[in-house]
């Protein structure tokens, strides 16, 4: 399964051009252009499956660092703020990673 069978090309061309500036990644803001805050708790599942790498259950930082590459491989790396940033706050239970429940709490609110 590839994120282009769950959001459009576009939409994810859209969501990281948007942020290609350094720290000018919003969390909100890239799941609403790419479309992904509109899709089903199963499909954010499925998305969710595909950023975790290492399939451990979690995003961990150093998959959240390569989060937009991970949409387009050309795209930037996320700066450590953002990477922070991003990680606090998905990380519900503060274990310094973001489980598939909290991640679909994050896009789905």
């Known amino acids: 399964m590839s994120l282009t069978s ?7 061309e859209t969501a990281v051009k948007d942020c290609q500036a350094s720290d000018s990644f919003s969390y909100k803001r ?10 089903s708790p199963k499909e954010v599942k499925d998305v969710f499956q595909i950023l975790d790498e290492d399939n451990s259950g979690y ?11 991970r949409f387009a491989p050309g795209a930037r ?10 990680i606090s706050f998905g990380d ?5 990673k973001i489980g598939v429940e909290e991640f679909q709490t994050m896009v789905l609110s």
Do not use: P, R, V
């Open 92 to 96: 519900d239970d503060n274990d310094g």
């Open 30 to 39: 890239f799941f609403q252009l790419c479309g992904l805050s509109s899709k």
């Open 77 to 86: 790396m996320l700066t450590e703020m953002e990477t922070k940033s991003f």
């Open 6 to 12: 769950i959001l459009s090309a576009e939409a994810i």
């Open 59 to 69: 995003l961990e930082e150093s998959e959240l660092k390569y989060f937009l590459q």
